[in-house]
């Protein structure tokens, strides 16, 4: 029977579980996401580097392919926790780029269409709506960075053997860490931003200008009081000192990894805090 | 089970709300319907009443500040995620995702609700035909006309199929039609669908058409509680009556047809007559008094009396005491 003429009767079904609940907001907000052309083309873009990288390891890995190339050069082009800290710098900025596009359009139609309400008086709890919208970004973020990252270093083992992996198996721990601390941060940027302005466009450039306003400022305080924990407060810079400890790199002059770590967690803290005082199905004006 | 299908719907124990360092709602007790009955309870009051905060209360968007309130006899301070799942609310204020299809926008709702996909996509369909936007359920919401907006809000809240719907000023900016037909689809919620229906309102006649039950607010307190399908019942009716000439024994004189009327100067009366007994006795008792009939109004409106003088407008409302009487 047609729809239209079978009429409204309620449903007694049986109800999902919160599981299946909770996924609903990430489900609808993926679709709605991939339907726009420019973050497509991006996503698409970001895979060009992880291509090419998996054609250097491919090129390592087959000896007689580099007979021809000079032996300080063949030595020098290996795969090792500086090969993938460079993957991780291209992988973290296309990150960066699709967060600014991806994020406002999140949270911030609900707020100008004062759709909390909506949300919240189903059973939604603000934390679990802040989740799922986390969930979108992480997710999204994580097709570019260390899903890719993963593959390749998969590929890597495949080629090199147990061996590698053996010894290099903290690189890949590392990478897949340190790309979650960087979404973490990237993803709540963009929430907040959308969380408190409603154009789109506005906190789009607003999480974006939040990178590098802090490392203008880092580097202000570096240069005005001669001192190199300045850059403490920029969050590309500390997750940089994060990773360079994960991967076994030597990381540049300044605080150490230790420190930046605590700075990003603040970060981390602050962020979830200014979303938190946001996202009320009622605002009470005192 | 059956002890939460017999609660009331709403219980409120010297519930009290702050925002800020204001008290909205000072200490109010109550208990109104009864779960699972199918019945509208219309919560009525001027602007600032207090009527949003307790609806926003209930459904767990404010704290307490002291006391308690419970919706289906589970408490909204800690109980909400259990409620929700049964609970259909309809805000006041424009509320959806623009670039949504309202079919879409409907269905993730319901899935939101716990409805699986393809339940909740069909349940989107039905309801969005019942609410009578079958024919636009494919266009974007920012689309949407006032009116239609307001359905597609209804649509939403009973998607569900809710045990109780919420309806903060459900016919607001809606044109007379849409008002009558948004009237009549609350009507079918309760009386077909069976689902307990809380209207927020301060259109009397609205509440008046659809309720079973009105609470009246001032000053976030609850002023007065009534039945109104006792009221109904009664079948009084209200008569305005104003005269010219000495209506000093027009008091008595109403008694002679077992009515009631109570003065309000320069000539004017508030009159209830009883079941049985029209307007043209009046005509025929002011006729015997020697008085000029200058104005005669014949009004079934008795919420409007009720909420006059709750609101302190009325110093008494005829028939007071059989009103009283009918509140159970």
Partial sequence: MAVYKRGY??????????????????????????????????????????????????LTNHAELLQGLDRDFRQFIQVNGQFFSIFMYVQAGFAVFLAALAGPGLIAPDL???ALPLYFSRPLTRWSYALARLTVLMGMLSVVTWVPGLVLFALQVGLAGGAWFRANWTIGVGMVAGFLVWLLILSLVAMASSAYVKWRVVAAAISLAFFFILSGVGEMIDQVLRVTWGHIIDPAWAVNQVWCALLGVTPPEGPGAAASAWALAAMIVLLALVIERKLRPVEVVS | MSDVNTSPVVELEDLRVRLGRREILHGITCRLGVSGTGKAIGLLGPNGAGKSTLILTLLGFLRPSAGRARILGLDCAHSMGDARSRIGYMPENDSFIGDMTAVGFVRQMAELSGLPAEAALEKAHQVLFHVGLGEARYRELR??????????????????????VILDEPTNGLD???????????AEMKNEQGMNVLVCSHLLRDIEQVCDEAVIMKDGAVVHHCNLEEERRSNRSFVELEVTGDDGNLRTALTEIDAEG???????????????????AIWSLAGRQNLLVRKLTHRRDTLEEIFLKAMGHLAHTPGESSVEAGQG
């Fill in chain 1, 112 to 114: 100008a269409n004062n």
């Fill in chain 1, 9 to 58: 009767r309620r449903y007694d079904g049986p109800l999902t579980g919160r599981w299946a609940r909770f996924l609903v907001l990430p489900r609808y907000a993926w679709r709605r996401l991939y339907q726009q052309r420019l973050v497509l083309l991006l996503t698409m873009l970001a895979f060009v580097w992880p291509l090419l990288c998996a054609g250097f390891i491919y």
């Fill in chain 2, 262 to 280: 109570v003065p309000e100067g320069l000539g004017r009366w508030r009159i209830v007559l009883p079941p049985g007994v029209q307007v043209d």
């Fill in chain 2, 176 to 186: 007379p039609a849409a008002r009558r037909r948004m009237l009549k689809l609350i």
């Fill in chain 2, 143 to 164: 689309t949407y006309s006032l009116g239609m907006k307001q359905m597609a809000k209804l649509a939403q809240a009973i998607v569900h199929g809710p045990e109780l």
